[in-house]
Structures are given as structure tokens and as C-alpha cells.
């Protein structure tokens, strides 16, 4: 849609002289650039529909002759060109409109306006802050390609009691050594959320006479801010491996299979169902350490269609697997004994912190031990799942609903989407998410959580029809583990 600059324009500078102080005269006026709805929608600002165009003008003052710069950024619908706010900038932007909105933090419009335009105050923009030091990917190294046909045999032979053909064999690869820094997928649209909320409501709140924060100058109140942020940041550890790939392995054809959290023993083919015992190619791939032998692990192969344009086959979010903290109702405790008895009451929604195979790397230790515990995955489409190389320290401290981490997006930069086949290891602190997908995309989800396991959620989890049961140390809770706490009720 074409945009009409001279009403804009106009508009603006009605505005900047109606007041009876500041302005007396706007000496110019200048179109400096325009964001595109697109630009908008990928930047800080991340919503969709709106387009912005920057404005400078040179006004002079009512007190004296003084000169000054403004910039204006003024908001408009897509759709209708209607204003929906103005945000005004002492002086020029420190850097073109497009940089800006990918690099700084912008309030949302109108958040510093209580009145007009001459009387709004001038936002306060902040770079964004990212954190520094997340590597790619880790792959396992040269050295073990070389013997990985050697050790995948073994594995098949000592840990599964099984063998494969040999084209089966000669199809699964090692890790393909990327030398170059990873990039986003450019099949799926990388969206910048940022903390521009917290920033807005703290300058909306400096900004409101009847809050705390306007007794406070800008510059503490963008201090107070700083620290909220690293309070934030300080929750995320980069110096380790917490994302690994480990193999590539062609997907067997699908059949419909949809199980999540299905115990298996690690180790036993005879624990697997028949009619799953084609996902050995992968189960075999993964580097297990001996502590986990004839451990129970929970096998998840998700088979479908994606229903629409723009879902994700699985769960959509950054998250982690690990939920954190969670509340058990006593009620939905499925692990308690039934015949306990006694005068005492248990303390019902005591929280819990939850390990979901919990996972470690450590190089020293050899091919067969430097990956403990964790939780291994793979999809057949490629750049439907994205990975970061970190973990969250203290998730029961910084972790969301159900390992819900979006509010960390800000500091993590872009991460880095798997190839088909990919086989990865990750820890279940490890922030990852499912990617949009086109409507019709049949994908094949493969995911092994090692034995670390604190909850199994016997209502949205597989019960192994061959018998095998969680760990005895595992709390089995009943109810709707997406519903909120007090609101889960008990099985039995």
C-alpha cells in the first residue's frame, strides 16, 4: 500500500507546534527511511501488520532561540495506514531504522505518551543484549568416524543383541564435520522476541506520577532494568557440550506410530514392541554409557501429517525438557502405596524439581562413557527443529511451565536447525524447539530419555504393552500435566 508522506508529515509537525511550549517552528522536515511489515515483524518489535517510517525535523524552541533534532517513529497498520503511535528520539537514531529495530531495545508505541507529542518524553533506546560464547553444534570428532562402523557393530551386537543388514549398516554415517558457523534455516523464519515488554512497562511506569519509578532519573531506572536482564542471563551456562550430534540415519518408512514416554530397558530389543523394532538403526546410534545397561528409558516415535500451515508437529515454544519445579497434588501421586495408613496427612503440592534424563559430556572419559545420561533425538525433516548449544543453570529457579524458557529468547541468539536424520544429544536443560511446518509435511520424530527420571505423566505417556514399567524410584502423577497446579486429579 502506498503511503501518503505529505499527511504524515503534516501531521507530525501539527502536532509537534500545538503545544504552547517547546516548539515554536519546525525549520525542516525529512523522510529519512521506511520499515516494511516484514522488517517489523522479524525485529524487537515483532508484531505484525505495522509499518514504520522515520521522520526528522529541526525545531526551535519556545525558550530562546535554540535549536534541536528530533526524530519521530511513527507506527502505522498495514492494512488501513492508520496511525497507531508515535515514539519520540532526541536527536537522530544512533544507526539506520532497519539496524535499529534489530539491535536495540524499542519500547512499544504510545508507552512514553500520556499526552501529546510536545508535551510525550523522549524514549530511552538500549542495545540489545546478547549472551556472548554459544558455539555451534558440537559433532563428535574425526577420530571417532574413523572407527564408527566398529563401534556402531559392537553396540548392535553387545548392548541390543541384534544385528542389521548390511546396506542398513552402510546407510547410517557419522557426524558431518560443519566447519562454518552455523546459520538459521532459511525454510523457517527466525523471530526476534526480545524483552522490549519489560523495557516499555519500566519507562510507562517511569513515566507515571503515581508509580515509585518516577522518582527515579532514567538512568537508574535503565540500571534497575540492566539488572533485571542479568539476573536473566546469569540463568544460562555456555562454557560445555550440551548439544551433540552424534550420527545420521535415514528414517525407516512410517506406519502411524504415535508413543510418548514408552518404558523400554535400555539394551533390550525384547522390550521393544515388534512392530517398533525398525527405529533399531537409531536406538543403536546412541552412544549410551554403560551405567545405563538394562536401565529403564522411555522410547517417544511420533508419526504424522502436520495439519495445518504454520504448526509445528510437535510441541511449539523454547523450552527445555526438564519442566523445572513442578506441584504434585497428593491425590494425582499415583507412586504412593495405596494401603498407607495413619493419623499424620501428607502435605499435598509440595514442589518437586524434575530431572528428564538430565545429561552430561564430558570428552575425557573415552567414546563409551563421554556422554552420560541425556536424552537423544531426530526428526527426518530437515530445519524442523532448532538447538541451542547451552543449558539452563538452576531450572527450578529459571524454568517455566512445563520447561517453558521464552522469556530467555532474547540472549540466545540464533541456535541452529538439524539436518534429516540427524541424531543429537542433549541435556534436559538444553533449549530447543519444533519448527513451523508446511501444511502436508509427513514427519518422523525419534526421541530416547535415558534413565534419570524424576515424574512419568501416566496420562499423556505410553504404557509399554509388553509390561515394562517405569523405575520404582519414578512418581507416576495422573491428570492433565498442561493444566494448572490444584487442578489434577488422581487415577486411583
Same mark, same amino acid.
Request: one cysteine or more; glycine letters at 6%; proline letters at 6%.
Given at each position: 500500500?502506498?503511503?501518503? /508522506? ?13 503545544? @504552547? ?16 511489515? %516484514?522488517?517489523?515483524?522479524?525485529? &524487537? ?37 492508520? !496511525? ?44 540489545? +543484549? ?5 558455539? +555451534? ?44 558457523? =552455523?546459520? !538459521? *534455516? ?28 518516577? /522518582? ?9 532494568? %540492566?539488572?533485571?536482564? $542479568? ?38 530389543? #525384547? ?13 543403536? &546410534? ?6 545405563? /545397561? ?32 513442578? $506441584?504434585?497434588?497428593?491425590? +494425582? ?28 559430556? #564430558? ?5 563409551? @562413557? ?7 533425538? =531426530?526428526?527426518?525433516?530437515? #530445519? ?5 548449544? !547451552? ?28 539436518? =534429516?536424520?540427524?541424531? &543429537? ?18 514427519? $518422523? ?5 535415558? +534413565? ?18 517405569? *523405575? ?15 487442578? =489434577? *486429579?488422581?487415577?486411583?
Amino acid at each position: 500500500m502506498d503511503l501518503d /508522506f505529505k499527511t504524515i508529515v503534516g501531521e507530525t509537525v501539527a502536532e509537534l507546534l500545538s503545544g @504552547y511550549r517547546n516548539f515554536t517552528n519546525v525549520l525542516s522536515s525529512e523522510v529519512i527511511e521506511v520499515a516494511s511489515s %516484514r522488517v517489523v515483524r522479524s525485529s &524487537v518489535i515483532g508484531d505484525e501488520g505495522l509499518i514504520i517510517v522515520q521522520l526528522e525535523f529541526k525545531c526551535r524552541q519556545s525558550y530562546g532561540d535554540e535549536e534541536s533534532k528530533i526524530t519521530v517513529l511513527y507506527f502505522l497498520k498495514e492494512a488501513t495506514n492508520v !496511525c497507531v503511535g508515535k515514539l519520540k528520539i532526541k536527536d537522530q537514531l544512533p544507526c539506520p531504522l532497519a539496524e535499529l529495530l534489530d539491535t536495540y531495545i524499542i519500547p512499544w508505541p504510545n508507552s512514553a505518551r500520556r499526552y501529546a507529542l510536545p508535551y510525550s518524553n523522549y524514549v530511552k533506546l538500549i542495545p540489545v +543484549s546478547t549472551l556472548p560464547g554459544i558455539s +555451534s553444534i558440537h559433532r563428535r570428532e574425526a577420530a571417532f568416524a574413523r572407527n564408527f562402523e566398529h563401534e556402531l557393530r559392537e553396540r548392535l551386537i553387545f548392548i541390543w543383541g541384534s544385528k542389521l543388514s548390511e546396506k542398513d549398516l552402510n546407510s547410517i554415517k557419522p557426524p558431518i564435520q560443519v566447519k562454518e558457523k =552455523a546459520k !538459521c *534455516s532459511k525454510g523457517a523464519e527466525f523471530q526476534k522476541i526480545f524483552v522490549s515488554e519489560i523495557w516499555t512497562v519500566m519507562q510507562m511506569e517511569h513515566f507515571n506520577s503515581g508509580s515509585r519509578l518516577s /522518582f527515579l532519573p532514567m538512568e537508574l531506572v535503565e540500571v534497575i532494568y %540492566r539488572h533485571v536482564e $542479568q539476573y536473566w542471563k546469569s540463568s544460562i551456562e555456555t562454557r560445555g557440550v550440551f548439544a551433540s550430534v552424534v550420527a545420521q540415519v535415514p528414517f525407516p518408512k512410517p506406519k502411524g506410530i504415535n508413543v510418548n514416554m514408552m518404558p523400554i530397558v535400555l539394551g533390550d530389543l #525384547d522390550s521393544i514392541p515388534k512392530d517398533m523394532r525398525q527405529y533399531l538403526p537409531l536406538l543403536a &546410534v546412541c552412544p549410551l554409557n554403560r551405567e545405563e /545397561f538394562d536401565k529403564i528409558g522411555y522410547l517417544t516415535i511420533h508419526e504424522s501429517t502436520v495439519k495445518e500451515d504454520g504448526k509445528s508437529q510437535r510441541r511449539e515454544g523454547l523450552h527445555t525438557e526438564t519442566p523445572g519445579k513442578i $506441584q504434585i497434588p497428593y491425590a +494425582s501421586d499415583c507412586s504412593l502405596p495405596s494401603d498407607v495408613k495413619g493419623s499424620w496427612r501428607v502435605q499435598s503440592d509440595v514442589p518437586s524439581s524434575v530431572r528428564w534424563g538430565r545429561g552430561v559430556h #564430558d570428552g575425557n572419559l573415552g567414546a563409551t @562413557y563421554e556422554y552420560i545420561g541425556g536424552i537423544y533425538m =531426530a526428526s527426518n525433516v530437515a #530445519d524442523s527443529c532448532r538447538i541451542w548449544n !547451552c543449558k539452563v543453570n538452576h531450572p527450578e529457579e529459571f524454568v517455566g511451565h512445563l520447561g517453558d524458557i521464552e522469556n530467555m529468547r532474547s540472549f540466545l541468539g540464533q541456535g541452529e536447525t538439524l539436518a =534429516a536424520g540427524e541424531v &543429537v544429544w542433549i541435556t534436559d536443560c538444553t533449549p530447543h524447539e519444533s519448527l513451523p511446518l508446511k501444511k502436508g509435511t509427513k514427519r $518422523q520424530y525419534f526421541r530416547l530419555v535415558t +534413565s534419570d527420571v524424576t515424574v512419568w505423566y501416566e496420562d499423556h505417556s505410553t504404557p509399554n504393552p509388553l509390561g515394562i514399567k517405569p *523405575s520404582e524410584g519414578v512418581k507416576i502423577v495422573s491428570g492433565n500435566k498442561f493444566a494448572k497446579p490444584h487442578s =489434577a *486429579s488422581a487415577s486411583r
